[in-house]
């Protein structure tokens, strides 16, 4: 049987809920093994654009806000994501045929302008200021500087062994730190000396000193990072500018963006105690976190909010997927701005455009904005970089 004829059989059950378990084994494989060409359905099969694009969303939404026992987080967020995929293509056959009428799409005038994702990047510095880069540094790379010993031992992942002291560090002087800064377009993982993990996203930095004190594990973050935190008598704590987060054990992500007007923090197991930071108006104001809230906190807000929150949709980044639950277009084009480094520049009113989809992190940024531009709410131009520019920028218009 032709194999685009079957999905288009097995599509059609899964609208109509008359998919069996098996075949939608056989349709969640098919994602996996799906390309960057497009993926079209008949158009008999979107005889209605609304009604049909309402369904699917429907479905789509519905999937994001369960939780099916006994699968995996990662395994989960791919059967979501072929969802997205099915709605993006089924819109794609409607709009393809309307398109023969109105023109071309806009991002398919650059479709020869690739702008691949990013990738494992990161930059050490030490207390010194030299210099390491890690993303270029071949597995197996070990390295003694400045009371730091670093290991390379995987391509994205690094381990460090600090300089451990008794003593106490009661100023500023008495101690150096060390940054590692993921550019956009980056992402990394290390392993800090008392085996806690650090997943980094782009456009993030941490620093840590080149010693811990016996009081407190101590590091800065700047960004977005995923914690794994090994438990120890000294509790571990994460400054991260509008919030402070004191642990001893437990799985948590920050987002804490310098340039963004507020911080979270999303709690995965164990407990955490969120403290308003230093950039704060009201410094230590806290809140308990349990598995499953997150704390949110404005930079011109003192209180702290605390709610239920989807864990798949806080952690898609670490996972390698965007999951875009109804955010508007100025919120995904951030996300998107700092994973494929490019400027974004807009026009018309795109705040009040939302989008709901899944999307893998690991795909051109050319094909995201073709299928998003296909819901016909917005367009896309891709500008090249230039003297002037120095980046690609895309210019999001309001349709």
């Known amino acids: 049987m032709n194999p685009n004829k079957r999905y288009h059989e097995l599509a059609a059950k899964w609208l109509n809920k008359t998919i069996s378990k098996e075949e939608m084994e056989e349709f969640s494989t098919w994602y996996d093994q799906f390309s960057d060409e497009e993926f079209y359905i008949p158009e008999a099969f979107a005889t209605s654009e609304k009604k049909h694009k309402q369904r699917m969303l429907n479905h789509i939404e519905k999937a994001i806000h369960s939780k099916p026992a006994m699968r995996s987080r990662k395994i989960w967020i791919k059967r979501i994501a ?8 089924t819109v794609a056959a409607y709009m393809g045929y309307m398109q023969r009428f109105v023109g071309q799409s806009r991002v398919a005038d ?67 730190w060390n940054t590692i800064d993921i550019p956009r377009g980056g992402e990394f993982k290390i392993m800090l000396p008392d085996h806690s993990l650090v997943y980094l996203n782009s456009a993030s930095s941490i620093s840590f000193p080149t010693r811990f004190s016996k009081q407190e594990r101590k590091v800065i973050l700047k960004g977005e990072a995923y914690f794994e935190i090994e438990k120890k008598t000294q509790p571990f704590i994460v400054d991260a500018g509008l919030q402070r987060i004191e642990v001893l054990g437990t799985k948590f992500n920050v987002s804490a963006y310098p340039e963004e007007n507020q911080s979270s923090t999303t709690l995965l197991s164990g407990a955490v105690r969120v403290v308003t930071g230093e950039d704060s108006h009201l410094l230590g104001h806290h809140v308990m976190l349990q598995p499953g809230q997150q704390a949110l906190t404005r930079r011109n807000d003192p209180n ?21 639950n109804n955010q508007n277009m100025k919120e995904i084009m951030e996300q998107v701005a700092r994973w494929y480094d490019i400027d974004v520049s807009y026009q018309g009113p795109v705040e009040n455009v939302h989008f709901l989809g899944v999307y893998d992190r690991s795909k051109s940024l050319t094909k995201l904005l073709n299928d998003i531009e296909l819901m016909g709410k917005v367009s896309f131009d891709i500008i090249p970089a230039n003297q002037t520019t120095k980046k690609r920028r895309i210019m999001v218009i309001a349709n």
């Open 110 to 176: 650059h479709l020869n302008t690739t702008i691949p994702p990013g990738t494992h990047r990161a930059m050490l510095t030490l207390a010194n200021g030299q210099q390491i880069a890690l993303s270029d540094a071949p597995v197996g790379t070990h390295v003694e500087q400045q009371g730091i010993s670093l290991a390379k031992v995987s391509e994205g992942l690094v381990t460090l062994s600090l300089a451990t002291d008794t003593t106490d560090i009661s100023s500023a002087e008495e101690t150096a």
């Open 304 to 324: 702290i909010q605390v709610s239920s929150i989807d864990l798949d949709e806080a952690l898609a980044w670490k996972e390698g997927y965007f999951i875009f």
């Open 82 to 89: 072929a969802a997205a995929v099915l709605l993006l293509a």
